[in-house]
């Protein structure tokens, strides 16, 4: 391996190092100025470090951190950065990493953020109000009734139904046991000639 795969290797190493190792910054050695941020979820939030003038923290690491989590770090020694967002709507600025934007922020968004190295070191504890929106009189009425209605005619049209099957059966019955209303005629006329014709015979 060339030497200069060796220096990047080693670099990214060391950036990792210091996310899992995020304790290793001095910012719990100073005064800390704690400020409430309140949004709405889908809002777009916005944090702003004061760069730090101490002599000390020029060339620095510049850091946001969530909680314990190290969300971003940038190394100006060695011109690199890693990101270990916890949701794809946060972004800082390489070129301005003393900028942390969240958009669309979320209950997830929920917590405490601090900057490093900052003048007076500053946090922000971020809560999202989430505002639940009620449901309109009418509509809420419309989703009742329309069940109702069109399970009533649904009900109305099988009785309906089974009334006029019903009948047609009832009808078909009758008239199966009854047989055709001329028969009996029919019956009553072929005697009335049979009894005519004996009589003339024997007259």
């Known amino acids: 391996m060339t030497a200069d795969l060796w220096t990047r290797l080693l670099q990214l190493l060391f950036l990792r190092f210091l996310l899992l190792c995020a304790d290793s910054t001095d910012i719990f050695n100073k005064n800390i100025h704690t400020m409430n941020r309140n ?5 777009t939030v916005v944090f702003h470090c004061n760069e730090s003038k101490d002599e000390e923290d020029k060339g620095a690491d510049v850091g946001w951190r969530k909680e314990q989590i190290l969300l971003f770090i940038y190394s100006p020694y060695y011109n690199q950065t890693v990101r270990n967002y916890t949701s794809s709507r ?35 504890k971020l809560i999202i109000e989430v505002t639940e929106s009620e449901p309109e009189p ?11 209605v069109t399970g009533a005619a649904a009900v109305c049209l099988i009785i309906f139904c089974v009334v006029m099957i019903h009948r047609k059966w009832k009808k078909k019955q009758a008239t199966d046991i009854s047989g055709p209303k001329d028969a009996p005629i029919y019956i009553n006329i072929s005697l009335n000639k049979a009894a005519k014709h004996n009589y003339g015979v024997a007259s």
Not at 39 to 43: D, L, P, R, T, V
Not at 104 to 116: A, E, L, R
Not at 138 to 148: A, K, N, T, W
Request: proline share 10%.
């Open 90 to 124: 946060m972004y800082v600025d390489p070129n301005n990493p003393w900028i942390l934007q969240i958009s669309d922020v979320q209950p997830s968004d929920t917590g405490t953020y601090t900057c490093f190295p900052s003048e007076v070191q500053e946090q922000w």
């Open 138 to 148: 009418h509509r809420e009425m419309f989703l009742y009734i329309v069940p109702s």
């Open 39 to 43: 949004a709405s979820q889908g809002e």
